[in-house]
Antibody, heavy 122, light 107 residues
Framework: EVQLLESGGGLVQPGGSLTVSCAASGFTFSDYAMSWVRQAPGKGLEWVSGISNSGGSTSYADSVKGRFTISRDNSNSFLYLQMHSLRAEDTAMYYC???????????????WGQGTLVTVSS | EIVLTQSPGTLSLSPGERATLSCRATQSVSNYFAWYQQKPGQAPRLLIYGASSRATGIPDRFSGSGSGTDFIFTISRLEPEDFAVYYCQQYGSSPPKFGQGTKVEIK
């Protein structure tokens, strides 16, 4: 069974930094592109970033470009999202999601983890 | 960027009734289109991809159709567990985008 387990969320001050992680199991992690998708409280879904199966290619939403960095550790089946210069509008549940193939720029998200909550507030 | 508009915003129906949800894209995405279900406190779940293909384990009361810019998602007979928010998503061009969601609520 495919499992994705996010961790690392929490409360951070505006302008601060945080790294969230996703531990993957139940599939050959290095075969699939992965993404981060976020959901602000009571709002809809927003794709944040994607990474190819090898980690050699990445893509970002304009809203986070230059502030967030996606990476992966295929040896240990982990996905990461480093977040810098955080703003109040980055407050959201951050989900890691597996693509059905290797489409890091145009993914279909299946499945999703349960999410980790990031709150940016003073 | 492609924008997706879902309608209606809320659908009030009774168990056993048919639910029909729509999603329109601002430009063609061919059939690179998906539908997700999200229940309160849970992560979204993929139901439909390729506009009309059901994901693994999804019951056949869920179906999707459409191509280009106009897509339809149908639940043939609502079960109590189907009351949730449904999102459409295009993956025909980057960045992938979601619609704003349709809430299917119990009437």
């Amino acid at each position: 069974e495919v499992q994705l387990l996010e961790s690392g969320g929490g409360l951070v001050q505006p302008g601060g930094s945080l790294t969230v992680s996703c531990a993957a199991s139940g599939f050959t992690f290095s075969d699939y592109a992965m993404s981060w998708v976020r959901q602000a409280p009571g709002k809809g879904l927003e794709w944040v970033s994607g990474i190819s199966n090898s980690g050699g290619s990445t893509s970002y939403a304009d809203s986070v470009k230059g502030r967030f960095t996606i990476s992966r550790d295929n040896s240990n089946s982990f996905l990461y999202l480093q977040m810098h210069s955080l703003r109040a509008e980055d407050t959201a549940m951050y989900y890691c999601a597996k693509d059905r193939g290797n489409n890091y720029q145009t993914p279909r998200f299946d499945p999703w983890g349960q999410g980790t909550l990031v709150t940016v507030s003073s | 960027e492609i924008v997706l508009t879902q309608s209606p915003g809320t659908l009030s129906l009774s168990p056993g009734e048919r639910a029909t949800l729509s999603c329109r894209a601002t430009q063609s995405v061919s059939n690179y289109f998906a539908w997700y279900q999200q229940k309160p406190g849970q992560a979204p779940r993929l139901l439909i991809y390729g506009a009309s293909s059901r994901a693994t384990g999804i019951p056949d009361r869920f179906s999707g159709s459409g191509s280009g810019t106009d897509f339809i998602f149908t639940i043939s007979r609502l079960e109590p567990e189907d009351f949730a928010v449904y999102y459409c998503q295009q993956y025909g061009s980057s960045p992938p985008k979601f619609g704003q969601g349709t809430k299917v609520e119990i009437k």
